[in-house]
């Protein structure tokens, strides 16, 4: 039973780099049939795919067009878990935001949702 | 910039059947988009129902099916049922990234 547990700041000033964490159990960080995403969700913009980290042999970072400049997704392999992390936040980054696992394209187990919120 | 395109909103009546649909601006949706679809209720996370076209979870209910149609993924209720009043989302790959549509709204009247 796969399971993931977020954990992050839920306030982040604007400019500054929004930071969370998702913990791994019951299954690999380092899988060869899987990949890591973090999704968000806003009334503004919906959901929206933001990127995700996977081990083919070597490690792989995929991102959203949208904010391929700001983020950054790392694995954490001694902690199994991985990292999301997005700079200078404005308050449209302000959303719900999901860690999910992806085994082979079956987009199918969801964290329990992190809302952060971008204000100073 | 591409775009998923889902019908705003949808209205079915208790036991019918309804197709939701989900369309690319790049083309034409294959399998090869990996379309997966998702329920959700106010307040929850997105459920997820199906992915890669049409195959079901353990807890997808039956009257839950995903096809190609039309050049466009499709999500059909058949006997929908008033707890099916949600809104769906589908989602696509495009050869290392994914996107969302806006999403349906379906009402059950």
Do not use: H
């Not at chain 1, 081990?55 to 949208?66: E, I, L, Q």
Request: charged letters at 10%.
């Amino acid at each position: 039973q796969v399971q993931l547990q977020q954990s992050g700041p839920g306030l982040v000033k604007p400019s500054q780099t929004l930071s969370l964490t998702c913990a791994i159990s019951g299954d690999s960080v380092s899988s060869n049939s899987v990949a890591w995403n973090w999704i968000r969700q806003s009334p503004s913009r919906g959901l929206e795919w933001l990127g995700r980290t996977y081990y083919r042999s070597k490690w792989y970072n995929d991102y959203a067009v949208s904010v391929r400049s700001r983020i950054t997704i790392n694995p954490d392999t001694s902690k199994n878990q991985f990292s999301l992390q997005l700079n200078s936040v404005t308050p449209e980054d302000t959303a719900v935001y999901y860690c999910v696992r992806d085994l082979n394209w079956a987009v199918a187990w969801w964290g329990q949702g992190t809302l952060v919120t971008v204000s100073s | 910039q591409t775009v998923v395109t889902q019908e705003p909103s949808l209205t079915v009546s208790p036991g019918g059947t309804v197709t939701l649909t989900c369309a690319s601006s790049t083309g034409a949706v294959t399998s090869g988009y990996y379309p997966n679809w998702f329920q959700q209720k106010p307040g929850q996370a997105p459920r997820p129902l199906i992915y890669s076209t049409s195959n079901k979870y353990s807890w997808t209910p039956a009257r839950f099916s995903g096809s190609l149609l039309g050049g466009k993924a499709a999500l059909t209720l058949s006997g929908v049922q008033p707890e099916d009043e949600a809104e769906y989302y589908c989602l696509l790959y495009y050869g290392g990234t994914w996107m969302f549509g806006g999403g349906t709204k379906l009402t059950v009247l």
